[in-house]
């Protein structure tokens, strides 16, 4: 009787701790620390709690950095103190450079920074302005390069800090008036000749053949000019008169691509008289706004002019041409060619590096170029360093998301915007990275 008895407590004692042990990982379980995860949104900084080892999808347990995305708690949104930065340089910027500072879109660093106007003088004062010191940031679409030409006399190029700004294309464009809605297509050996003067007139038989012949609607209308002894049958030249970052681009796509003999030297092939080429019928301009304007006035004009100018209002008479990619496919220009060149070139781009013309593939556009901030690498004030480097910081990771497609540029590829902040931490004032300060 007892040993049962004993046998029946020891099978309980047993049924007891089972029953225990069974219980034990519920109880464990419920102890396990919740993690952190993250999500990083447009607007904001989202976490969650959960009591899993994984994050959900859309989450990660690390904690991203907000600088650059022009959230609360981004370092780019504050400085030390007030400055006022004095900016020129590349028209072909200056639509990003008036969005990005100034107006309700532009940088300010809750109150503390403000910018000069920008008179977009073209990239040769941008280079020039930053070499001798009179601008905070020039801007320029070729960098400071020895073997570009583009070096200012004097300067040293490793004094500087190069930041990709822009990523856009130009546009070769032409005033005809009714009847040549952006129809009429340009090989690149032909706009060479125009402005060598070898083409002098819209009926050339040569531009009649590229746009199907006499018996096409375009040939005929482009022969109907001469018939009819119109004046805008007469090619009207026009070009930039300084130094130009669309005249590097414009002048090396037509050394590539129409085989011209005139190579770039800083954009210089064009100025003065038109330089080294031979067209009479020839007029200077200051920039990309006064080339637009000439097109808009001028029948019977052609000049190069970048993309975003054409999409401004009231530059609706501007007509563009059609180009041919390096496969010879003919196309009209977008964001998506444009973005299709810099993705053919690749993203090792650099100030020794930078031409992204004339690249292979399809539906590729043959016109297109970065753009550059710079600014010198040695600067005295923390306060004034700060405001420079962390408005290009910001333009270069937030406005380009926000900023850069409705303004007719291509937003910079994300590898090319992680170079630009390396340049970025490149910049000092008396041995501080200024770009990184918490301020």
């Known amino acids: ?12 004692i ?49 904690k991203p950095s907000l600088q650059g995305t022009n959230i609360s708690g981004d370092i780019d949104l504050k400085v030390p103190g007030t400055s006022t930065l004095s900016i020129n340089g590349s028209s072909f910027d200056a639509p990003l450079v008036g969005v990005t500072t100034s107006g309700s879109t532009g940088y300010t660093a809750n109150g503390n920074v403000s910018f000069s106007a920008y008179p977009a003088a073209g990239s040769g004062s941008g280079r020039s302005g930053i070499a001798n010191g009179s601008l905070s940031i020039g801007f320029s679409d070729v960098p400071i390069n020895a073997a570009a030409g583009t070096l200012p006399s004097g300067a040293v190029e490793s004094n500087f800090a190069q930041v990709p700004y822009a990523l856009g294309g130009a546009v070769v464009g032409y005033n005809l008036g009714a009847g040549f809605d952006n ?3 340009l090989t690149a050996s032909e706009i060479a000749q125009i402005y060598d003067g070898k083409i002098t007139l819209w009926s050339d038989p040569a531009i009649v053949a590229t746009n199907g012949g006499a018996s096409s609607k375009v040939g005929k ?38 085989n011209s003999g005139h190579a770039p030297n800083g954009g210089s092939p064009m100025e003065g008289n038109g330089g080294a080429w031979g067209a009479t019928n020839i007029n200077g301009v200051a920039n990309n706004a006064a080339m637009a304007q000439g097109l808009v006035n001028t029948l019977g004009s052609i000049g190069y002019v970048e993309y975003s100018y054409v999409l401004i209002p009231g530059n609706d008479a501007i007509q563009v041409a059609q180009l041919q990619d390096k496969n010879g496919q003919w196309l009209s220009p977008t964001l998506a060619n444009i973005a299709n060149a810099a993705a053919a070139a690749g993203t090792s781009v650099s100030p020794s590096n930078f031409a992204i013309t004339n690249e292979p593939g399809n539906n590729v556009w043959p016109l297109a170029t970065y753009s550059w901030a710079i600014v010198p690498k040695a600067q005295t004030s923390l306060t004034t360093c700060e405001a420079i480097t962390k408005y290009l910081d910001w333009e270069s990771h937030y406005a380009q998301n926000k900023y850069a497609a409705a303004e007719g540029y291509v937003p910079l590829p994300g590898p090319v915007q992680k170079y630009a902040r390396q340049q970025l931490q490149t910049i000092t004032a008396n041995g501080t990275v200024c770009v990184n300060q918490k301020s």
């Open 1 to 12: 009787m007892k040993s049962s008895l004993r046998t029946l407590a020891a099978m309980a």
């Open 14 to 62: 047993a049924v007891s701790g089972v029953a225990t042990i069974v219980a034990l990982p519920a109880g464990a379980t419920a102890m396990h620390k919740k993690i952190t995860c993250y999500e990083l949104t447009a607007t904001a900084l989202k976490t969650k709690k959960v009591a899993t080892k994984a994050c959900p999808k859309g989450f990660s347990r690390v």
């Open 183 to 185: 129809n009429v297509k």
């Open 221 to 258: 209308a482009l022969l109907s000019l001469a018939t009819n002894n119109e004046a805008r049958d007469t090619i009207k030249v026009l070009y930039r008169n300084a130094g130009s970052g669309t005249t590097e681009a414009f002048t090396y796509y037509l050394y590539q691509a129409g």
